[in-house]
């Protein structure tokens, strides 16, 4: 039969299914078999053929024939599995099948009085059909067809090679069949690497779309601050039920670390022949993103959340294999073949700069960084791996690659907060701070200035740029850029004059009046900033005679919050100031210098674009637990002292991060605003600024720096820098203070946040075909930039 009369049949079998105003019987396979028998449709071609509307006309008007064609397609793939794929027409059922679920299950899910149908048992079908009509062992529909799918993914001339040398006995029993000796990629566990093969890819890459079709389930539930929401299709499928958990697991993650989107290295190759690879990877890493949500902190007595996968404790129960293996995972080689592959495709997008068109751009750089995340969450050796060696700077120059290039795009606000986080777990461990002094060389091309300097100043003059020109909604992550900051100052040994110029112009900025009286939380800032100086001047000042310099060139800024105005009129005035002054964070110092060679200024979205909303990030103080760092250069965990003022730390509501949002918006940020600064709430922290070190480094260093000027004539600014080089401080500094690390902590506010952000992601990047277009999703809002 040609191609265009199956494609007609199988339309008039979809009107039929529509129109026929008796329900068909299950039995009547000559109907059901024209969805599946001889069609020559592509998965495009099925989402064409079953339109939308017409799937939601079953559902409403002949739910018995939608509930039969599920539960037929299930069977059929159940068959499949059970006779291992031999002929080219059981291939084509099979996949067809798949096909029909990945286009339908969306408007089951979509439907609340649908959703359970999956979970149900069909009289008949299931275990029963394989003629033991015994229905209380029959499984739920959802758990033959996930079985069914697991099965498929290690069939024997389908998806996997044959082991088989003889063509005689060609039929490898699919229920002996070891599935460990057909793991797809060589890395993690398996040394063997099998030959590339179009066909099976493509078969793997299908039957993923389902497996993820599946699990989306979690998309048309709303965001649920219970971090209890299990979402039963993954945990079903990553459970000891699947007696393919492992090397599926293993499969997913070694096809993704191994890919190279550059081949064989021949610049321009992806243009002449394309690379079936990468949609696989893509579907890989997608499916094994969402396998991997699983929420480790669990509520303690008194309400907090304690990460059991976060400490030395036992890796996290069985509930999710998934998770588990990847605890577990342990051996060197193995965390370098997993780094050096995410490394390597995280940069990918970089070498483009260099050959415009050179080599294939990968578009997967979200779900990477989902993947990366979770290693360095559920795995602490892997984190401690990563940070052993300076490979964490291959992660750390893509990260400030995609954040100073996303700044002024609203709709890749999703991956500012993932780059951020990321940075925030990482600068959390001493290591990574020490490892950001080694100088940086690449030159990546990046709108920033041109600096000579380590990997920190990368660091400051990236983050420097998101404050001062990236858009409105970032303005919650500031909090979190300057965090990260304070948690490396006391390991950077010198920082770029470039780099000091940034740090005194946002100082200059966030201490302004209008700044600080302007939101409620405004004047942290302020504290974040002096506490990067504290430490760096404390803790490696022979180092930093450029900060030391830029500090004393702007040493009215300090001299100007040491005698801020508390008295109301005061505080009224610079209010009103603040209405007529133009935004200060947007002007650029006078040291912004020449952008590198071969950059791009960061653009804004294009209109039409689509973006998906996210759920707000908890505050910094949710976000981050206190820790000490002891002389010996161990962490003790700092309890929040209960005197402390809570309420001026995070407002009281229980959801604290919209309160502390909408605080934080500066436009709404006006003297008639529903919250207005009073003197007493100044006098409350203006009394704690930690100034001391700065005000007595300025007491010391002014006069001498002033008399080598005036007796030496001099205002060439490398003889102060010579001068200050070889200055010392000792004993004259207050006692050092202990350094203070805030190390991210989980909680149920940022598991809910990475769940929605990992499924908008897969919303957005799944348009061909675009298996969940205009249905009903809950999870998040889909909107127009």
């Known amino acids: 039969m040609g191609s265009a009369d199956s494609k007609l049949n199988f339309r008039k079998a979809v009107i039929q299914l529509t129109t026929k105003t008796q329900p068909v019987e299950a039995t009547d396979d000559a109907f059901w078999d024209q969805f599946w028998a001889d069609t020559a449709t592509s998965v495009q071609d099925v989402f064409a053929l079953v339109p939308a509307a017409e799937i939601r006309a079953v559902r409403e008007e002949s739910p018995s024939n939608l509930a039969t064609l599920c539960y037929k397609a299930v069977e059929k793939l159940v068959q499949g599995a059970e006779s291992g794929c031999h002929s080219e027409k059981e291939k084509q059922i099979v996949l067809n099948c798949s096909r029909l679920l990945t286009r339908v299950l969306p408007y089951i899910f979509e439907d609340p009085d649908w959703r359970g149908f999956f979970w149900s048992t069909v009289p008949g079908a299931g ?52 599935s460990c000796e057909y793991i797809w990629e060589a890395g993690v566990g398996f040394a063997h690497s099998p030959q590339p093969n179009y066909n099976h890819d493509m078969n793997r890459m299908e039957l993923l779309k389902l497996l993820l079709t599946c699990f989306s389930e979690a998309m048309y539930l709303p965001p649920a601050p219970d971090s209890s929401s299990v979402n039963p299709w993954v945990q079903f499928f990553c459970s000891t039920e699947n007696r393919h958990a492992l090397p599926l697991f293993t499969s997913l ?25 990468e949609p696989l990877v893509e579907e890989a890493a997608q499916v094994l993103i969402v396998s991997l949500d699983h929420d480790c902190a669990t509520p303690t007595v008194d309400g907090t959340t304690t990460g059991t996968a976060m400490d030395d404790a036992d890796p996290p129960g069985p509930e999710n294999l998934f998770v588990n293996y990847l605890s577990r995972i342990h051996r060197e080689e193995d965390f370098q073949f997993i780094l050096k592959g995410i490394a390597r495709l995280l940069s990918n997008p970089l070498l483009q700069t260099y050959l415009p068109n050179s080599t294939k751009k990968i578009q ?7 993947l990366f995340w979770k290693l360095c969450d559920f795995n602490k050796k892997f984190l401690f791996f990563v940070l052993k060696s300076s490979d964490v700077l291959d992660i750390l120059v893509p990260i400030l690659y995609f954040l100073n290039d996303a700044r002024a795009d609203q709709s890749r606000v999703g991956l500012m ?39 920190a100043d990368l660091l400051i003059v990236v983050f420097h740029k998101i404050i001062t020109s990236g858009h409105q909604r970032l303005q919650p992550l500031f909090d979190c850029l300057l965090t990260i900051v304070v948690n490396v100052s006391p390991y950077l040994k010198s920082l770029s004059m470039v780099a000091a110029n940034k740090l005194l112009h946002l100082l200059e900025a966030f201490s302004t009046t209008w700044f600080l ?54 505080i009224h005035k610079a209010l009103q100031r603040r209405r007529r002054a133009p935004e200060a964070l947007s002007r650029t110092s006078s040291q912004e210098g020449v952008s590198m060679e071969g950059s791009h200024p960061a653009a804004p979205a294009e209109p039409g674009t689509l973006k998906a909303s996210l759920v707000a990030t908890p505050g910094i103080e949710k976000l981050t637990e206190k820790s000490q760092v002891s002389e010996d250069g161990t962490l003790r965990s700092l309890e929040p002292a209960p005197q402390q003022n809570l309420a001026e730390c995070s407002p009281a509501s229980e959801e604290p991060s919209q ?96 769940r929605t952000y990992m499924w908008g992601v897969i919303y957005l990047r799944n348009v061909d075909p675009p298996v969940w277009y205009d249905t009903d999703v809950k999870l998040f809002e889909i909107q127009r930039v």
């Not at 777990?425 to 060389?441: Q, T, W």
């Not at 605003?673 to 100034?691: A, H, R």
């Open 417 to 455: 907060h993932i780059g951020v986080f990321i940075l925030l777990l990482l600068s959390g461990e001493r290591n990574f701070g020490v490892r950001l002094n080694k100088p940086y060389s690449v030159r990546v091309p990046m709108d920033i200035p041109v600096f000579t300097g380590t990997h």
């Open 364 to 370: 997967f750089h979200q779900e990477l960084l989902v």
């Open 659 to 754: 309160a502390w949002r909408e605080q934080r918006r500066l436009s709404s940020a006006s003297a008639g605003g529903q919250w207005s600064p009073t003197s007493e709430w100044v006098l409350s922290w203006k009394s704690k600024l930690p100034l001391q070190t700065i005000m007595r480094l300025l007491q010391v260093l002014v006069p001498q720096v002033e008399k080598i000027c005036i007796d030496k004539g001099l205002t060439d600014e490398s003889e102060i820098l010579r001068f200050l080089q070889h200055g010392t401080l000792v004993g004259l500094l207050p006692v050092p203070h202990p350094i203070l690390i805030r190390k991210y902590q989980a909680n149920s506010g940022t598991a809910v946040w990475f």
């Open 127 to 178: 275990r029963g059909a394989q003629g033991e009509d015994d229905d209380e062992n029959a499984r739920p529909l959802a758990e033959s067809l996930l079985l069914a799918v697991a099965d498929l993914l290690f069939c024997p001339d389908f998806t996997v090679q044959s082991h088989r040398r003889s063509t005689v006995d060609s039929a490898e029993d699919i229920h002996s069949l070891d």
């Open 253 to 277: 993650l070694n096809t993704v670390c191994a890919y190279d989107p550059v081949g064989y290295g021949i610049p321009y190759n992806h243009l002449l022949f394309s690379d079936h690879r």
């Open 517 to 570: 009286f302007s939101a409620a939380q405004n004047h942290h800032l302020v504290f974040f900033l002096l506490e990067v100086f504290n430490n760096i001047i404390q803790y490696q000042f022979d180092g930093n005679s450029n900060l030391v310099y830029a500090i004393i060139r702007k040493r009215s800024v300090f001299h100007q919050l040491a005698n801020l105005p508390t008295d109301p009129p005061a």
